[in-house]
């Protein structure tokens, strides 16, 4: 295996995390180990040099002289040679799936579902990333390929070691992909069975979006998928009227809400769309108060998954247009049950380094170079710590200089009771302090097990485990509320000088679940410097007023 996978945490709480994926692509060798693949880029030579025959190399540029044939030919190439896929139908006229594009999604599905352990309470406790996993996804809207199914099943999820079962006969994973085109269902059926996958992924017509006969309210693509998973034998029932549980629901939405916008060209260089039919590119909402396209089908999911809540623990999709992101990342902060609690909600940018070898030149290949976005949401309660939640930007330390006569040990516990003295008078804030030793979890992982000096602080009313939120609080807050501030102290060098001081740095980490909770932190922060140093005004006066006492105050008397 060749590929490689890069997660970044995002600079900022309000940017996307970066997931790159790289899948090197060198066609000469891929030509002459597959045939077809040899016999498509001779084609595409042929074409490139006729286009330069007519000096039309300008603007004719290898985007816009790829076809589908090739597209197949190399999807297929690449399929089989990094993961063992056999991929035989991908008809003509049908969304031939780039490789890299996908494996982005499913890798960071995976580092998704690994983060369950330690930001999730329900699992986080066992400490096992497997713990309480139902080992089951959905695909919506699979398409003919199934690709996402396909590399679910591979080293690039499944057979990762850190989610694969130890009873690998009895507790494999299962996929269900669904979709409401016939043919696709039939194309997608023929490569689950060339590859012997027919026990592990199911796939499934289903009918579009609809009305219930109920309230005459709208049920989409979830609603749909779940009611063929309650009817199969491969996924294990557990409620009678919502059907199997599941780790995970995946989609890569219709991107146009209109047919017209799948057949008028492209703005800038009048090319044609990619091929696709009407059932993979365009998306209409049964309710005509609700818009079409990716946004209108992830707001169906949102609101499929409402209803569903717990029985699927995270809800995911890939988006192709930022603004798109934008207002989904907005209708979420809404829906009851994650009420605007960033802990549950994940946003990442999925980049690929779409470098291609051909004659033994390295080249970019620029008719899939778009970035895409991904978007998660859970109805799961989150940890305080989690890192999706940790504040990365503005002040995150400070040294402190301590005058120290005997050990630098009381310097520590100098700036630990100066700590605790600042967030106990808070002005119209009641915290709560705790004195312990924690590990840090800077960059989203710990410090090895080494623990430093701490003063975490929290609000008062989210201290008692029996204390009910208030009326204005998300009820899916974490236990430690709208925000958690963990100040470390740790001596940052000694020197030996007039005042014999010694510098003591607190590195601050913060985790602000919500808009209250980061207009908290930023408060606090904002102060502890000046307070936490004595280099502010207001100590400043104190010890001018002190300095003025002392030099009013009568000399002692002589005996």
Partial sequence: MTFT???????????????????????????SAYPEFHHELDGLKKRRRKGHDNDRSSTHTLSSQVNHSFNAALTRALLHNHFGLHMPSLPEGRLCPPVPNRCNYVAWLKQLVLSN???????????????DLQYRGIDIGTGVSAIYPLLLTTSLFAKCSKLSCNDTQSTKWKFLATDIDPVAIESASKNVHANQLQDEICVALVEQSSS??????????????????????MFKQEDAELGPKFDFVLTNPPFYATVEEVITPRAGDKRSRTDISVNEGVYTSANVESEGGEVGFIEAIIHDSSFFQKHVTWYTSLIAKRSSLDSIYQKLQSVEGIWGNRGQIRTVEFQQDNIYEENGERK??????????????????????????????????????IPVSDDVVDAVNEVSS???????????????????????????????????????????????ASTSHNEQDNRNLPHEGHFVMD????????????????????CLEMFAHTTYGMMLVNKIRGQMPGEIGRTNRRWRRLLKRQLASSSSSPPACKS
């Fill in 418 to 464: 100066r700590l605790i003295t600042y967030f106990n008078g808070v002005r119209d804030l009641s915290l709560k302090c705790i004195d312990e030793y924690r590990e840090r979890i800077t960059d989203g992982t710990t410090n090895g097990g080494v623990k430093e000096r701490c003063i975490a602080v929290i609000e008062e009313r989210f201290s008692g």
């Fill in 212 to 233: 219930s006969s109920t309230g005459n309210v709208a049920r989409g693509p979830l609603f749909a998928a779940m009611e063929v998973a309650k009817k199969e034998s």
């Fill in 364 to 401: 970019k290949k620029e008719h899939n170079s778009r970035v895409r976005w991904g978007i998660a949401w859970t109805f799961e309660q989150a940890v305080g710590r989690v890192r999706s939640c940790m504040v990365r930007g503005g002040l995150l330390s400070f040294v402190v200089s």
């Fill in 117 to 131: 352990s330690t930001d999730l309470y329900r699992f986080c406790n066992a400490g096992d990333a497997s713990h």
């Fill in 5 to 31: 996978y890069q997660f970044t945490l995002s600079s900022t709480t309000s940017s996307p995390d970066t997931s790159r994926f790289s899948l090197p692509c060198k066609f000469d060798q891929l030509a």
């Fill in 487 to 506: 100040a470390f102290i740790s001596i940052k060098n000694t020197h030996q000088n007039s005042s014999d001081n010694v510098d003591v740095e607190v």
